[in-house]
């Protein structure tokens, strides 16, 4: 037999009983004090506790009775363990409800609001019942400052700035973006290429070559002294942009306005302007220059062509405000006119297409001018 089956077989009848009641009695002071204090551990002596009382009476039981009453043991460690924990729990349970409420400041705080009181230090306020504190500044913005102050303690903190491309309107920070170039700002770079400036704070947003340039930027730049020498072949590229977006025949007369025309005649003559180009000289050519082209093989074909273009838009206009006597329309009320827009598609026999216009007729001659904008 060993030590504890051999102590349990020595117990009597009321001591079995005494020593159960003294698991009850610690496993119940375990939930109680648990319950009042803080050490809730404690109460983990309660199952520990009713484990044991339910052991002391199957050591009763199977020892000191003898009998082997098989699964029937389980029944008599429940019983028995549960005589011990519930109402040890519930002596627990009674302990914390009945637990003095002790309110802290906070909690009548939270209920009955602060009781502010200023403090040695400006703006702050602190409660005399929980000691919690309060900043309330008076804040304002000082003109030209991103920032408020505080009139009384001088407290300051940032505001986002007002900006206004790169710079902030009120306190003239500046960033590196939001930059803006629509002025036409820029300066010569040492390569000869242009600094595109920003308006506002004067800064090189980008280089560029002359040419890729907005028009406002070439026209200025044409007339400063370090591009003169290149004009010409600034010129000859220009023309051959013709037919992109980064090209306009004003900006081409302007720079065609500056060279004489004898280097025009030379650029020509070395290759300097064909093929595309031809075209957009022409289109550009004063009359002057125009008949000048028309004598030079290199380009008599598009001249010739821009020259009945010319002559034709002029014929065009002469009808348009004269008869052929040369005295001005006079025109009628507007009625409709049957116009023939040509043959339908690429086949000159195919059937015409018509259309009705609005038009006024000239009581003199005939002529019937056509409003412009719609189709009737
Ligand atoms: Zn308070
Ligand atoms: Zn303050
Ligand atoms: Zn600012
Ligand atoms: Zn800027
Ligand atoms: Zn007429």
């Known amino acids: 037999m060993n030590p504890i089956t051999e102590f349990l077989a020595g117990l009597t009848l009321t001591q079995y009983i005494l020593l159960y009641l003294g698991c009850f009695a610690l496993a119940a002071a375990g939930a109680w004090i648990g319950g009042r204090t803080k050490a ?3 109460k983990a002596l309660v199952p520990v506790f009713a484990l044991l009382g339910g052991m002391l009476a199957i050591g009763y039981v199977t020892i000191n009775m003898g009998k082997d009453v098989g699964l029937g043991i389980l029944a008599v460690w429940a019983v028995f363990s549960g005589i011990v924990i519930f109402p040890a729990l519930w002596l627990g349970g009674k302990a914390e409800n009945g637990k003095p409420r002790e309110r802290s400041g906070g909690e009548i705080c939270a209920r009955d609001g602060h009781e ?15 000691g919690k504190t309060k900043v309330k500044h008076v804040l304002e913005t000082p003109d030209g400052k991103c920032e ?16 206004n491309g790169c710079r902030c309107s009120r306190c003239g920070e500046r960033r590196d973006t939001g930059h803006s170039t629509v002025g036409g700002r820029f300066s010569v770079t040492e390569d000869g290429k242009i600094a595109l400036l920003c308006d506002v704070c004067g800064e090189t947003v980008e280089t560029k070559q ?21 004009l010409p072949a600034l010129f000859c590229g220009y023309l051959g942009r013709r037919g992109t977006e980064a090209y306009s025949r004003g900006t081409a007369r302007a720079l065609l306005a500056r060279i004489p025309e004898d280097r025009i005649a030379e650029l020509i003559r070395a290759g300097g302007i064909g093929g595309q180009s031809v075209w957009a000289l022409a289109e550009i050519a004063d009359d002057a220059l125009l008949a000048r082209l028309c ?28 008869c052929p006597d ?3 329309h006079e025109f009628g009320e507007e009625s409709v006119g049957h116009v023939d827009r040509g043959p339908r598609g690429d086949d000159d026999l195919a059937a015409h297409e018509y259309a009705d216009r609005v038009c006024r007729v000239c009581r003199k001659c005939g002529y019937k001018l056509y409003r412009k904008d719609a189709d009737k």
């Open 116 to 130: 502010w009181r200023t403090t040695e230090y400006a703006c702050t306020m602190k409660c005399a019942r929980c």
């Open 210 to 230: 002359l040419l890729d340039c907005p028009k406002k930027v070439i026209l200025a730049a044409i007339e400063t002294p370090e591009f003169q020498k290149d």
């Open 40 to 42: 809730k551990v404690l």
């Open 148 to 163: 408020r102050r505080c009139a009384f303690c001088g407290y300051t903190e940032a505001i986002p700035h007002a900006w």
């Open 295 to 322: 004598r030079m093989e290199e380009t008599a074909y598009a001249a010739e062509s821009e020259q009945r273009k010319r002559e034709n838009a002029k014929k065009e206009k002469e009808a348009r405000e004269h």
């Open 326 to 328: 040369g005295t001005p």
